[in-house]
């Protein structure tokens, strides 16, 4: 099952970041100021796609993005070389990430909830027409909408899994379950999400 992305291109730069995540520690780890810079270019991507997947909106994902990464900095800022050093950023950098939307969810729990479509577009893709691009865009925004009726753990696992493109290890990692039950996790969750849309089963592919 490929990710549930307008393209394959995500699932690349997620290969290839998580080459670059120990090498990129250890160097964050000697020289923090210096290299955080490079750790926000490295992992906004990925950041910024789990918060506009959890919470459905460009906005809020913008706040989530940014409070991530300024958690990130102030936890970094408290940790010794050796313990900076042995982290897996993308795991933990996400984990912020999911944390900062639960808090959102709770401070929100009194306020009329928002219209869950997405507010920004998907990318277009090189040569695309403006009907496949239309009809791509119908798509993601159907699938988020769909995303938004799922449990937080599920469709935490679908977005880790099938949108950022993470082994299950990592998933698990995040989610802080074996890797048994965030397999179980995905599984629910993209079962849901085929009930929900049993008419395009292009959005799973």
Not at 128 to 134: F, V
Not at 138 to 158: I, N
Request: proline share 6%.
């Amino acid at each position: 099952m490929q990710p549930l992305t307008a393209s394959g291109v995500l699932a690349g730069v997620v290969a290839t970041i998580a080459g670059s995540d120990e090498s990129l520690a250890w160097r964050l780890s000697r020289d923090l100021d210096g290299v955080f810079a490079e750790v926000v270019a490295c992992f906004e991507g990925a950041v910024f796609t789990t918060a506009l997947r959890m919470s459905g909106r460009a906005a809020d994902a913008e706040d989530l993005a940014a409070e991530t990464f300024l958690r990130a900095y102030a936890a970094l800022r408290k940790y010794d070389p050796a313990r900076i050093d042995e982290l897996q950023l993308r795991p933990w950098l996400i984990t912020i990430c999911l944390n900062a939307w639960r808090n959102q969810v709770r401070s929100a729990a009194r306020r009329p909830a928002p219209d869950a479509r997405l507010d920004v577009p998907e990318p277009v893709a090189s040569g695309e027409s403006p009907e496949d691009g239309a009809e791509r865009h119908d798509q993601a925004d159907r699938l988020a909408s769909m995303l938004q009726q799922l449990p937080g753990r599920q469709r935490s696992a679908v977005v880790l899994r099938h949108i950022l493109g993470l082994p299950y290890g990592e998933v698990a990692q995040v989610l802080r379950c074996p890797e048994g039950t965030a397999k179980s996790h995905v599984s629910r969750g993209l079962a849901q999400l085929r009930v929900l849309l049993p008419d395009d089963p292009e959005v799973l592919r």
